[in-house]
């Protein structure tokens, strides 16, 4: 179900909520400041009364107070008189007492009261607040106004001269003007809320009378216009920008044709601005395409190139076998598995014998040509599950997976007859060369550094014991 408002009613009600929510607003805004200020003014007089009192009297005095028998010692009777006089001089300040703390209990040490309901020394309080508390270590005041059967109370509280946190002093502050003041500022806020509400009903009225009138005008002319009578035109004047619609309305029936004139000559631009429009488009989609194409070459080229990077990162250039790099990656799941398939796994170091002569002697192109040679060599002689890797300079390393010492001893004789039988052919002539071999088998809680340390040390014993032969690690 809807409901149908008219245009003169939403006006009415629409100027009235927004007198009453900018008067409402500018009223509770002045209330709420002047409540404000009125509980500052009073929390910032409990706070001074209770800095000056709390250094008035010294804690030091009042420690062998603790019961009602103690109401007649000399302390007592003058710190209860300096009390009772505070409250005197002024009359602002209900009731003054001094508490005492013992772990979670609060206990009376002194109290103004000069009636018969005086709390006496050892009285617990019962009514602890969060304020109270705050008082054994510094000043601190009740955020709200409290009432009993005597009237209105706000209470401050201030650690005493030399307490330690055991012992603060109290003050009750009248605050029966305070809450009257409070009356008297919402009377005031009802007041004048009632007066905003009368003058926003009165204007309300007003102009929405005023506005609707030229509005009715003009629904009247449309219906004519809807039926052909173009020359009935408004009369009325109202002396503000109403009147510059009216006009604007009058022109319109003269200008009727030219807009009809003037839209199909728009309809014929945006059929033509359309047209255009899938031509650029095509063109667009057209070059979109060969961009995409071009992007999708350049992806697979810096594929391409990531490829080789990768390769030549893992991988000897010289000699085109794998890296030290790839070796120790290899060497290092390959022992991994032989650990958990319990299979045994040898690693040998090869060196070529006096490799630094081939060098001084032939140059570093011979000696390159003599590595690769040597690499070629190596490979036609291992099985393709084992693992030929340049190790640095003239040293090769080769891991033999699932294969015992003695079965490594066996290939390592093999390579070094291969290399020492068969000389190398150069360019510029023909050389004699000898490796020697160090075999190492992987032991139980053997790292992969430790293993091919091992292969050194052999290779070291067998460059100790002449070259050209093969020894095996301990």
Request: glycine share 6%; proline share 2%.
């Amino acid at each position: 179900m809807t409901y149908r408002l008219t245009i003169r009613a939403k006006l009415f009600f629409s100027h009235l909520l927004a007198i009453l929510l900018v008067s409402g607003s500018i009223g509770s805004y002045f209330y709420l400041s002047a409540a404000d200020s009125l509980m500052r003014g009073i929390q910032e007089r409990l706070q001074s009364n209770a800095a000056i009192i709390s250094r008035a009297v010294d804690a030091q005095e009042l420690r062998e107070i603790k019961g009602a028998a103690d109401v007649a010692r000399p302390a007592y009777q003058r710190n209860l008189e300096l009390l009772r006089n505070f409250c005197r001089m002024n009359t602002d300040i209900a009731y003054l007492y001094v508490m005492r703390r013992e772990g979670e209990r609060v206990l009376f040490v002194i109290d103004s009261d000069e009636t018969n309901r005086q709390a006496l020394p050892g009285k617990e309080y019962d009514k602890v607040v969060p304020t109270l508390l705050k008082g054994f270590t510094g000043v601190s005041v009740d955020e709200r106004i409290d009432s009993d059967e005597w009237g209105f109370f706000l209470s401050g509280y201030a650690p005493l001269r030399n307490g330690t946190g055991e012992y603060l002093v109290g003050i009750d502050m009248r605050a029966d003007e305070v809450q009257a003041k409070y009356r008297q500022l919402r009377i005031s806020g009802i007041i004048s809320l009632t007066t905003s509400i009368l003058l926003a009903l009165l204007f309300g009225w007003w102009l929405a009378r005023r506005f609707v009138q030229p509005i009715r005008l003009f629904i009247d002319r449309c219906d004519a216009i809807a039926k052909g009578r173009l020359e009935e035109k408004i009369s009325i004047h109202t002396h503000d920008e109403m009147d510059q619609l009216i006009a604007a309305f009058n022109g319109m029936l003269t200008s009727l044709s030219t807009a009809e004139r003037e839209k199909r000559e728009a309809y014929d631009s945006l059929l033509k601005a359309r047209d255009e429009l899938e031509i650029r488009v095509r063109q667009r989609t057209t070059d979109l395409k060969e961009v995409n194409e071009r992007l999708n070459r350049e992806i697979a080229e810096r594929l391409r190139f990531e490829k080789a990077l990768k390769e030549a990162a893992l991988t000897d250039p010289l000699t085109g076998l794998p890296n030290r790099r790839t070796m120790a990656d290899y060497l290092q799941r390959e022992l991994t598995r032989s650990k958990r398939c319990n299979t045994p796994l040898t690693v040998l170091m090869i060196d070529l014998d006096f490799f630094k002569m081939v060098n001084d002697e032939h140059g570093h192109d011979e000696g390159d040509a003599v590595l690769i040679e040597t690499g070629r060599r190596i490979k036609e002689l291992i099985r393709g599950q084992d693992l030929l890797a340049r190790w640095g300079g003239e040293e090769f390393v080769i891991l033999l997976p699932e294969t015992p010492s003695a079965g490594g001893t066996v290939v390592a004789e093999k390579i070094r007859g291969r290399i020492a039988g068969e000389a190398y052919t150069t360019s510029g002539a023909t050389l004699c060369l000898t490796v020697s071999i160090g075999v190492a088998t992987l032991v139980e809680g053997q790292h992969p550094d430790e293993l091919i340390k091992a292969a050194d040390t052999a290779l070291y014993q067998a460059k100790r014991r002449g070259r050209n032969r093969v020894e095996v690690a301990d």
